[in-house]
């Protein structure tokens, strides 16, 4: 939080009353209304200087169409980190709701498209929900079974207990015997392990003993190798709720919503914010151009981290106006996230 040692107990008060104030209403708030707001016994003119004070210190500012004053990124980073009052967290019966909605689903993406739309209806704003990362997935198990015309059909379970499917071509005809051989191979070798230390190891095993290697383990390591071309990626993200943020007049100028929604369509910078993201701990804000991205400059995104067995593996969150109620915001997103890293790990 930026260090403001002069801010005193009236000021902080009178910023916390202002911000709370901006927030409900989107409206410029001016000096009586703080006063009647605040429950000082003040006059305009008092607060008038105390509201002068904090422009200068860059927590404020007034617009040029009104006498009243809105709070900047800076004071609302001192309003989220010093003077914001979460509220309790979420009642049983709302988490209840939220867990019950997301029992539906018992395929992994479906579930994260699902969380996405529960925290854009929960909150009115855009649901945002990062593929998981397959560098922190494991592999559990891989099955090969035999197609026609030398294709071989790869089943892959990774530790979120996602199922990948995929069709391999092979160079020759293999019975299911011999697929069944190979499966148990790439079993015993790599079960367990993070899919990016299985790729680093078929190559490192491919280049280092080509040569003696038997047959049936060098068709294993060529086909896992293959079958694995279709799991890595990563980077992505499911989305729900966009058309809300056109219900924000400080949203809704046209060529911010333009750049706005062609980030949300190319995806690429904001899917490098959540990387970001994932690397933190808890809850983490980003207010306006925190981000470092312009196209989020009118924008804050709350992110929370939600994990599986092997630890944190993709991260979700909300994305709305720099004026969103953080207090609520706040506590949905961490308890969506932890409702989701339930849902993938039922045996907890």
Do not use: W
Request: charge should be negative; glycine fraction near 6%; aromatic fraction near 4%.
């Amino acid at each position: 939080m930026p260090d403001f040692p002069d801010l005193s107990d009236r000021a902080q008060l009178l910023l916390k009353t202002l911000t709370e104030q901006y927030i409900r209403d989107g409206q410029p708030v001016g000096s009586r209304t703080l006063a009647r707001q605040a429950g000082l016994q003040l006059s305009p003119a008092t607060i008038r200087n105390v509201m002068s004070d904090l422009e200068e210190l860059g927590l404020v500012a007034s617009p040029h169409t009104s006498a009243g004053r809105v709070p900047t990124v800076t004071g609302y980073r001192v309003f989220v980190d010093a003077l914001l009052t979460v509220r309790q967290p979420l009642d049983t019966q709302v988490i209840d709701e939220m867990r019950q909605s997301l029992k539906l689903e018992t395929e992994s993406r479906q579930l994260l498209e699902s969380t996405s739309g529960l925290l854009a209806h929960v909150t009115r704003m855009a649901g945002i929900v990062m593929l998981p990362r397959h560098s922190r997935i494991s592999l559990q198990h891989v099955e090969f079974l035999p197609l026609s015309e030398r294709k071989i059909l790869a089943v892959l379970v990774v530790s979120n207990e996602e199922v990948q499917n995929s069709v391999v071509t092979v160079d020759k005809d293999y019975s299911a015997s011999e697929l069944q051989q190979i499966s148990n191979y790439l079993n015993a070798q790599f079960s367990g392990k993070l899919l990016t230390e299985v790729k680093a190891m078929l190559l490192k095993e491919m280049k280092e003993a080509r040569d003696t290697l038997n047959s049936m383990m060098k068709s294993a390591l060529e086909m896992a190798d293959k079958a694995l071309v279709d799991v890595e990626g990563g980077g992505d993200y499911v989305m729900a709720g966009q058309s809300r943020l056109l219900d924000f007049d400080e949203l809704c100028n046209v060529s911010s919503l333009r750049h706005l929604f062609e980030a949300f369509e190319e995806k690429c910078e904001i899917a490098r914010l959540l990387d970001q993201c994932i690397e933190g701990q808890g809850v983490q804000i980003f207010i306006g151009e925190e981000s470092g991205y312009q196209m989020l400059d009118e924008c804050s995104l709350v992110t929370a981290p939600y994990s599986s067995d092997d630890g944190v593996i993709g991260v979700l969150g909300v994305i709305g106006p720099t004026r969103m109620a953080y207090e609520r915001v706040i506590p949905i997103v961490d308890a969506t996230a932890k409702i989701l890293s339930a849902a993938l790990n039922p045996k907890e």
